[in-house]
Structures are given as C-alpha cells and as structure tokens.
C-alpha cells in the first residue's frame, strides 16, 4: 500500500499528463492502427483501463488480444519507467496517468472503478479513486 504522504499531486498530475499523451500517442493508437484486433477487443469491452496505468481483461482474452495487451503494458512501463518525475515511483506516475487515460475513455469503453469491478464509460464521468487529481 503506498503512503499518501509520498504524493507529490501537482508536480506528479502535470508530469502525468505529459506522459499520458506520450503513452496514448506512441503506444495506444500506433498498436489499434497495427492491429485491428486491439480496436476490436476495446469496442467489444474485452480490455479497459486500469487505475494502476495498464490495461486489463475484462474477459478472458484470445491468444491475439493477450498478446497485444501485455505488448502495450510493457510499452506503457517502459514510458513510466522513463517519465516518473524525481521524487516519484514508478508506480505513483503510472497511478495519475491511469487516472487521466480513464478519464479519457469514450462512451462504451470499459474502465476498472476504484472498488474493482469493470465499468461501461457511459456520457458521464467515470468513476475515478479520490487521490486522482
């Protein structure tokens, strides 16, 4: 469990939303222009969004889907891994940018809600852990 007192939220949430764009920019689209399959599995809510940055199963996943999602996971902590501010983990940047991608889901798209249980984004906001900023 991580110590609220390491939280460095604004420093953090604006490195974060540098980072998202780079992760949604270099990894998201480039893997759904490759691969119609990671297009496909997102608009079937077969994947989402994670609060911890990643993407997650919905369902149980094809051979071809597993292998995209961890394809882009690995992406998406290798960019973390670069893009954490000093003063910050890995897992802590990660954490807001989660929080910015699922606040950038569509309508449709499924995102994990802080109790755990996968959501459908519907035309409202998503339901975000209270430490998102």
């Given amino acids: 469990m991580m110590n609220k007192r390491m939280w460095k939220p604004a420093g953090l949430a604006m490195a974060a939303v540098a980072a998202t ?3 949604t920019l270099a990894v998201s689209p480039a893997n759904a222009q490759r691969d119609p399959a990671y297009e496909a599995a997102r608009t079937a809510g077969q994947i989402g969004e994670q609060p911890d940055g990643y993407l997650g199963f919905v369902s149980t996943p094809t051979p071809a889907v597993r292998d995209i999602v961890n394809d882009i996971n690995i992406k998406r902590k290798a960019a973390y891994t670069s893009g954490a501010p000093q ?3 890995v ?3 990660a954490f807001v ?3 910015n991608l699922i606040a950038k889901t569509k309508p449709g798209e499924k995102y994990k809600a802080p ?3 996968w959501r459908t984004r519907d035309a409202g906001a998503p339901v975000r ?3 998102c900023p």
Wanted: aromatic content about 6%; glycine content about 16%; charged content about 20%.
């Fill in 21 to 23: 764009a780079a992760v």
């Fill in 87 to 89: 003063g910050s983990t």
């Fill in 91 to 93: 897992e802590q940047f």
């Fill in 97 to 99: 940018t989660g929080c």
């Fill in 115 to 117: 109790d755990g249980t």
């Fill in 129 to 131: 852990d209270s430490r």
